[in-house]
């Protein structure tokens, strides 16, 4: 089942795109989070949303709320996406145990082993307060995303 408005967000702790450990838990009572998940790396739609959100970061990514990104590819795979893609935000590795915090989050699927487009904004008692999950193909609205920060 999808986490929804109001639940706890479940935390987790997963590499970013240069080896380190991020986990949901370091961020409470200091900055809300936007968390990404992207079904894979390297693909256009995944790309496009994370360079638009890279090409606006000042309305995603601030003193108060941090922008996550999550595929279950892995972090060496990460490592180029993020520098070839100039993503400054983490880029985090979903990889092993496969799946396990998009499969935390609800939005894991099993046929095909990526996370569906599913995007969580988590406040700094760990709360989520806005939520959308879309299909593989089909990308978010960030006009949602802006309107969605700037309510908390």
């Not at 986490?3 to 479940?10: E, K, L, Q």
């Not at 638009?52 to 941090?66: G, H, L, M, P, T």
Request: glycine fraction near 10%.
């Amino acid at each position: 089942m999808t986490i929804a408005i109001g639940d706890v967000a479940p935390d987790f702790e997963l590499k970013d795109q240069s080896g380190s450990k991020v986990s949901l838990s370091s961020f409470k009572g200091k900055k809300n989070v936007v968390l990404v998940f992207i079904p894979f790396s390297f693909t256009g739609t995944c790309t496009g949303e994370l360079c638009a959100i890279r090409d606006d970061i000042s309305a995603f990514e601030n003193e108060n709320v941090q922008v996550l990104a999550v595929s279950c590819d892995s972090m060496h795979t990460q490592k180029i996406f993020a520098a070839q893609e100039g993503y400054t935000f983490p880029v985090l590795a979903d990889f092993w145990p496969h799946g396990a915090a998009a499969k935390a989050y609800g939005i894991f699927n099993e046929d095909i082993g990526c996370a569906l487009r599913g995007t969580f904004i988590i406040d700094k008692a760990g709360i989520v307060r806005w939520s959308v999950v879309q299909g593989l193909g089909d990308a978010r609205n960030n006009g949602d995303y802006k309107t969605a920060i700037a309510a908390l």
